[in-house]
């Protein structure tokens, strides 16, 4: 698995340098080398459209290429940092096992630290997904379908390493995408609204793994969807 990401990495790492020689200083797309992090043997696999951005910080960003130079390393989930920082999504995360998933925080920390990985559609980070979108329609449309493709063989070369008991997708702009890349199989979802008919969940399947999209946590999320989602994960990690 290991040798995976770090091939991986060197292929965004790579497609990063190629995408910024063709954009102007202030356009440059950024990754900070980090694209997996968790166990490499999850139970619970957890996927993100892309890593978020300070909106602030954004247009002081720096590619650290020394560090991208640096050969891929197992990392720490990276929620135990983030809640630290008091990163909304972390915090979330947490809240979900911890108080819907085992109602016990030393077993949800247990499982988040050892049990637990997650990932990125996109490896690149931006305070939002326009952004995103309106940079890679700067550069040419060869490197922008390479780039696609890239991400779309990237999750499919992880799971093709992992066996976990549920895949885990953040948000519905995150499952409309991977619909889009033909990931996800269309034909066996199961879609839950809530009592204002706006999205609360789906269940479909990732290579026959069974998979929970959700509300993306860093939003608006009520405690009974937590208590819903809570009950699912339920199922699948007795």
């Known amino acids: 698995m290991l040798e995976c990401l770090k091939e991986i990495n060197k292929k965004t790492v790579s497609l990063l340098e190629r995408a910024n020689s063709q954009l102007k200083e202030e356009d440059k797309f950024f990754y900070d080398g980090e694209f997996y992090s968790g ?3 999850p139970e619970i696999f957890i996927i ?43 915090k979330q995360i947490y809240k979900l096992f911890e108080q819907y998933v085992f109602n016990d925080s030393t077993k949800a920390e247990d499982f ?6 997650e990932t990125n559609f ?14 890679l329609a700067k550069i040419d449309q060869a490197l922008q379908k390479e ?31 991977l619909r889009n890349s033909e990931i996800i199989d269309q034909d ?7 009592e204002k008919n706006r999205f609360s969940y789906c269940k479909s399947n990732l ?6 999209t959700v509300k993306h946590l860093s939003g608006s999320v009520s405690n009974k969807q937590f208590e819903e989602y809570g009950k699912i994960i339920q199922e699948y990690i007795k």
């Open 188 to 194: 066996c979802e199961s879609v839950k609204n809530d």
């Open 147 to 177: 780039l696609q493709d890239h991400f779309v063989n990237s999750l499919h070369e992880v799971l093709e390493h992992i066996t976990p008991k549920l895949i885990f997708v953040i948000g519905k702009g995150t499952r409309d995408k």
């Open 122 to 135: 996109i490896h690149f980070a931006t305070p939002d997904s326009g952004i995103y979108k309106n940079l």
């Open 112 to 117: 988040i630290s050892t049990k637990l990985a």
């Open 48 to 90: 993100g459209l892309n890593p978020g951005f300070d909106c602030e910080e954004w247009k002081d960003r720096k590619i650290n290429s020394e560090k991208l130079s640096r050969e891929y390393e197992a990392k720490e989930i990276k929620y135990i940092a983030e809640k630290k920082d008091g990163c909304k999504l972390a």
């Open 207 to 212: 290579n026959s793994v069974p998979l929970l």
């Open 39 to 41: 166990s490499l043997n």
